[in-house]
Structure formats: structure tokens, C-alpha cells
């Protein structure tokens, strides 16, 4: 099928970084927990690692314009996302998968994925193409009529993950987004990771730091709701050969930036 | 289109020449693009081994166009039910019609009591509204809440689905007991508005609660303790309602941009 480039698609960004937060802070509930985060990401995959209440999710929630920050800056694909004028047209251009993805058990998943490009506002002789492709890629073409309800862990996490793509976002949020699904799972799912972050930004949330190592361009930890450390994940892999715990460099990398962070906080 | 490719470049791009500049072959392929005579061309030139085997790609692209799975039937009624049904209000549209029917039957009872349905009517859509709010009850809230379509327009659809369930019965309650529907719509339509203008500040459940709240012990509970109507309720308050609902649904519109985060 031959695929329209619009001019828009063509058209130079007029920013140099797709997520930029200076002096962040987010509150979730009456803790701050994002608390002056200072980030930049650029175009690729950008791993988020950072303990259990690093303030992961709650720094997504601020970047998926879900949570209103309550200080600092934050641009957006080069809009002020603090600015509730420019949400609607942000929100087209942005994909968000949360931790706790909620779905509607009597939608089947073309119906869903559905749903959510309409509520992202695509135009609507887009929209059937677009579910089509976004249930291909995901890998559950054979299961697009079947009911929400009817569908295991794995699966509901791959029409999570294809409701966030189904718009060709500039701007991928995925909060833990291999959660349950297998191991091959995550082999393929990391293959879509890096064809998706060769023209946008994608940012996943994850504990595993083995993904983040086969999969990402970048690796970002945080804890306390600051910004630790950003490297490439072969820098992270050669910190983990000097020392630290766990079983692969890469963790062991992880857990001795941690302490060395924490030691000298 | 007056140009056909010439022969030369022609054969080249059909044998796969390496040496064929970028240039020629993209000229080439944007012309083959619009013309069939020289597609026509283009399939004499190439070799029988290349025909066989588009031949043999059309025939199983025929076979899998013809055994493969049907295109995914468009079902219109469904899809126009998933945008505006806010699912999770449907449980509680029994419970409102209850409600009314309890008071419309304690009401003919009683004639000479301060009417249950009048008094009933401006907190009948909150419940609703609060469900249609409520993270709880909503599994998709977070999703749904990063979305271009979050703010005005979720907050339309909802505030209209919860309307055209509350109202109905209410009509039909009013009707039968003879009343003016200014008496109850108004009263219903000004609450639903404060709801949704104070719930864009602290939340529409914590709104519906005050306001519910405030209405049955301020004004409901007195009337029915001491079997006077209030004077709220009355035919002389209504230009008072009029007046509160058309402010309350042009603030609630102008204001709508604060339902589009969740904290
Ligand atoms: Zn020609």
C-alpha cells in the first residue's frame, strides 16, 4: 500500500529536545515526588531506571500532561506542558501506556485501540488503518475481535501497548510495559522498542535493567525524584565491571551508581 | 507525461543495472508510477524467469485475497455506544429510577406534603456525575485522562449521558403529578452545572458530596421534618433558578479546561 508523506511529517522540528524539565516538581498526593528534576531527551529510547518510589510513574503521569506539575519547567515536543492551552494539540502528538492500564472488559481490542485513536482525535479515514497496523505490530492480529475480558496478562499489556502506537506518537510514554509478557515475548517487544525510537522519543519505565541495556539508546536513573545519573547503556555495563551487586554487569552498574549517589547524599 | 522513458535506461532498470544512477532510477520509477504504456513496456523487457515468478506472486496473492480472513466489519452502533456510554453509570440508573419512583408514589400518597420529587430533583444527577468522575468506577481514567479529547468534550458527553438517564424519569414523575417541568429541570440543571464548576477545583466527587450533602440537610431534611415546602422549591423562586442555571452552565463551559488534568 502506498503511504501519503504529509508535509507536516516533512516539516524540521523547531526544537532541540523532544522532553526538556528544568527544576521539576511533581506532587503525588502531598509528597513531592519529583523534586527539581533537571532532563533532557532527545530522539530514541530512553530507559527509566530508579528504585521502587524513585518517583518513576509520577514523573510519566507529569510527562503524559496527566498530572499538572506544581513547579519548575516543562517542555514538551517544544510546547509548554504547563500551559493548559496547548494540551489539547500536545495530547494528539503523545502515546501513554500507565503502570495500571485500565481497559473496558466488553471492548474487544480492534474496539479499544479504537476508542483511543478517536480520543486522540486522528482523523477518521485514518483510524482503521491505523488499529490495523498498531494490533500487527503488537503481534495480536489473530486476536483483534476477541473481548478484553477473554485475554491473558501478556496480552492485555500488548493492546496497551498498541493503543499508545496507534497514533505514531512523537512523544512514547510506556510504564512498565513488559510486565508479563514472556520471554519471547520481550525479545520482540524490544525490536518494536528500537524501530519506534528511530524517528520519536520513547521513554520506558522499567525495573528490569536487562531491558533497558538490549533496548535502549539511553539510560536515565532516578532516585528521590532527582536526576541521578544519564549515560549510554555501555557506560552502565562498564561501571557494573568495577563492582557493585547483582548478576549482570549491567545491575551491577545500576545498583553501584545507587550507592555511590546515596553515599555521598 | 509526454516524455516515455527511453528504451536505454528503460532495459537497464529492468536487468537490475548496478550501474543506473540514483537519479535516472528514481525519474524512472516516479514515470512507471503514472503510465501504463510504458509498465506495458516494462513487462516485455523483462526476462521470462521474472514473469514466472510475478505470476506465481499473483496467483497466491489471488488465493490469499480469496481464503484469507474477511476485512473487520465496521459496526457502527457499537462504536457510536463506546464513545458516548460512560459505563460505569449504567449500575446506578436503577438506583435513581427507584429513587423517583419511591417518591413519586410517597408523593401521590401524600399530596399535602412538600414534594419528594421536588426536593429530590436537584441532587438526583450528582450520584451520577460523581460515578462518571470516579477513578474507581472508571478503569480506563488515566489513559483516557492524557487524551486530546479530555476537558470540554468527555465533560459534554458524560454530563449528557448522566442527564438523559436522571431526566426522564423525573419528566415522567412530574408529569403525573401535574407540575411544571421548570420546577424540577431547573433546580437539576443549576446543581449539575455548580457540580461540575466546583469538581473542575476539587474534584466532582468531593463536589457532589458537598452539594448533595448541603441541599438534603439544609433544605430537604427541614421541608420534611416540618412539612412545609420551601420557599426554593416554589413557582416564585424559578426566575432565581432560571437565572443560577444559564450562569452556572456558561461558567461551567468557560471553565471546562479544568477537567483536563486529574489533580
Ligand atoms: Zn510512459
Not at chain 1, 174 to 189: A, M, W
Not at chain 2, 183 to 189: E, G, I, K, Q, T
Not at chain 2, 232 to 246: D, E, G, K, T
Request: with cysteine; aromatic share 6%.
Amino acid at each position: 500500500m502506498v503511504r501519503m508523506v504529509s508535509a507536516t511529517e516533512l516539516e524540521p522540528t523547531t526544537y532541540a529536545w523532544p522532553v526538556e524539565a528544568a527544576g521539576l516538581r511533581v506532587k503525588a498526593g502531598r509528597h513531592v515526588a519529583v523534586n527539581g528534576l533537571d532532563l533532557r531527551l532527545g530522539t530514541g529510547v530512553h530507559g527509566l531506571l530508579g528504585p521502587n518510589g524513585a518517583g518513576k510513574t509520577t514523573l510519566m503521569r507529569a510527562v503524559s500532561t496527566v498530572h499538572r506539575p506544581s513547579g519548575g519547567s516543562l517542555r514538551l515536543l517544544g510546547e509548554d506542558a504547563t500551559n493548559g492551552r496547548v494540551l489539547r494539540s500536545l495530547r494528539r502528538r503523545l502515546g501513554y501506556l500507565p503502570q495500571h492500564f485500565g481497559f473496558y472488559p466488553r471492548f474487544t481490542v480492534r474496539e479499544y485501540v479504537e476508542y483511543m485513536a478517536w480520543l486522540r482525535e486522528m482523523p477518521k479515514a485514518a483510524i482503521p488503518g491505523a488499529v490495523q497496523r498498531a494490533v500487527e505490530r503488537v503481534g495480536l492480529t489473530g486476536r483483534a475481535g476477541a473481548k478484553l475480558k477473554t485475554l491473558s496478562g501478556g496480552m492485555l499489556r500488548r493492546v496497551g501497548i498498541a493503543q499508545a502506537i496507534v497514533n505514531d506518537p512523537d512523544l512514547l510514554l510506556l510504564d512498565e510495559p513488559t510486565v508479563g509478557l514472556d520471554p519471547e515475548q520481550r525479545v520482540e517487544f524490544r525490536t518494536l522498542l528500537r524501530e519506534l525510537g528511530a524517528d520519536s522519543c520513547v521513554v520506558v519505565s522499567t525495573h528490569l535493567v536487562e531491558d533497558v541495556v538490549a533496548a535502549c539508546t539511553d539510560v536515565v536513573l532516578v532516585d528521590e525524584g532527582r536526576l541521578v545519573w544519564q549515560g549510554l547503556p555501555a557506560e552502565l555495563v562498564r561501571l557494573g565491571e568495577r563492582g557493585g551487586t547483582g548478576d549482570s554487569p549491567a545491575e551491577r552498574g545500576y545498583t553501584s551508581l545507587l550507592t555511590t549517589h546515596r553515599s555521598a547524599a | 507525461m509526454t516524455d516515455h522513458i527511453p528504451a536505454a535506461p528503460l532495459a537497464a532498470y529492468t536487468a537490475g543495472d548496478p550501474h543506473l544512477d540514483d537519479a535516472t532510477v528514481w525519474a524512472v520509477e516516479v514515470h512507471l508510477e503514472n503510465c501504463a504504456g510504458c509498465r506495458a513496456r516494462l513487462a516485455e523487457l523483462a526476462a521470462p524467469p521474472l514473469r514466472t515468478l510475478l505470476d506465481d506472486v499473483q496467483v497466491t496473492i489471488d488465493r490469499g485475497v480469496r481464503t484469507g480472513p474477511e476485512p473487520a466489519r465496521r459496526r457502527a452502533w457499537r462504536r457510536l455506544a463506546h464513545r458516548w456510554a460512560v459505563w460505569s453509570v449504567i449500575p446506578w440508573v436503577a438506583t435513581v429510577a427507584g429513587a423517583v419512583l419511591a417518591a413519586f408514589a410517597l408523593d401521590r400518597q401524600f399530596p399535602e406534603r412538600p414534594s419528594l420529587v421536588l426536593l429530590l430533583a436537584p441532587v438526583a444527577p450528582l450520584a451520577g456525575l460523581a460515578i462518571a468522575w470516579s477513578r474507581r468506577s472508571d478503569p480506563a481514567w488515566e489513559i483516557t485522562a492524557g487524551t486530546s479529547r479530555a476537558g470540554l468534550e468527555l465533560l459534554l458527553r458524560r454530563t449528557v449521558v448522566v442527564l438523559a438517564t436522571v431526566l426522564p424519569p423525573l419528566a415522567l414523575a412530574g408529569w403525573r403529578l401535574g407540575m411544571s417541568p421548570a420546577l424540577w429541570l431547573l433546580p437539576s440543571l443549576t446543581f449539575t452545572a455548580a457540580t461540575l464548576l466546583a469538581g473542575g477545583l476539587i474534584g466532582v466527587g468531593r463536589a457532589a458530596a458537598v452539594l448533595g450533602g448541603g441541599w438534603l440537610l439544609a433544605v430537604a431534611l427541614p421541608a420534611v421534618l416540618t412539612s412545609d415546602l420551601p420557599a426554593v422549591v416554589q413557582p416564585s423562586s424559578l426566575p432565581a433558578w432560571a437565572a443560577a442555571a444559564l450562569a452556572g452552565t456558561l461558567l461551567t463551559v468557560l471553565r471546562a479546561g479544568d477537567h483536563r488534568r486529574v489533580n
